[in-house]
């Protein structure tokens, strides 16, 4: 499967990982590199968790740009 993530740098440095379809399922790294590997982690571990508890896998999601 597929997933759109969003990888964003905290004040600290870090990286802060997550994956908008699947509620709740976000990861971090020291490095952008570590970041997506927990992540990748992390959503297989949700989609399991999601479905043992017979919740929907996933959550409809759209990217839309707005003007400010």
């Known amino acids: 499967m597929k997933f759109i ?9 870090a ?3 997550e994956c908008p379809a699947i509620p709740g ?3 971090q790294g ?3 590199d570590e970041a997506l590997q927990n992540i990748r982690e992390a959503i297989a ?3 399991e968790v999601r479905s043992e508890r017979g ?3 996933t959550v409809e999601t ?3 740009e707005v003007t400010v």
């Open 30 to 32: 020291q490095s952008r």
């Open 15 to 17: 990286w802060v990982v």
């Open 62 to 64: 759209q990217q839309v």
């Open 45 to 47: 571990l949700c989609l």
């Open 55 to 57: 919740l929907p896998l």
């Open 5 to 13: 993530i969003t990888l964003d740098r905290d004040e600290d440095g």
């Open 25 to 27: 399922c976000v990861s």
